[in-house]
């Protein structure tokens, strides 16, 4: 990770081999959290490629949590995380819009942390249980056609 870092904090792009190496010592906690903070920021200073983007989303994609159902199509909506303009929460509203049209949701999302409310905030206040396992949602989206999940 050492290597990986100082690359990024000089400003050099990654290939997406190294991205994926990147990656995958985050995510099965090899990295330090004070490596992960520092090669985050330090991708973000840089600029992330494309072929960083992709090393990075494979890995994740690997590692998902396969939610299991038996739609023939769902769409996944997730909000920006905050916009910092103190909206609504537009991805949890744009989640029930696409349901009630029809369309099968996995709503992904969390807590507020630089908005005013997070699809998990909002969500809770409509009374709905959140802490459910994959299977649980899964058979949500099946039965009323909207998951939630933690993002």
Excluded: W
Excluded at 22 to 37: D, K, N, Y
Excluded at 110 to 132: M, Y
């Amino acid at each position: 990770m050492k290597a990986l870092l100082q690359q990024v904090a000089e400003g050099k792009d990654l290939t997406e081999a190294q991205a994926e190496a990147a990656m995958t010592l985050m995510m099965t906690g090899e990295a330090t959290p004070a490596q992960v903070a520092a090669f985050l920021m330090a991708l973000r200073i840089k600029g992330e490629t494309v072929e960083e983007i992709t090393g990075a989303a494979r890995v994740m994609r690997a590692r998902a949590t396969r939610i299991h159902h038996n739609r023939p199509l769902v769409v996944d909506t997730c909000g920006t995380g905050g916009d910092g303009s103190y909206t609504f929460n537009i991805s949890t509203t744009a989640a029930f819009v696409v349901a009630g049209a029809g369309v099968a949701v996995a709503k992904h999302g969390n807590r507020a942390a630089t908005s005013l409310t997070g699809s998990a905030d909002v969500l809770e206040a409509l009374g709905i249980h959140l802490d459910l396992t994959p299977a649980q949602v899964g058979r949500c989206i099946d039965e009323v056609g909207i998951g939630f999940l933690y993002a």
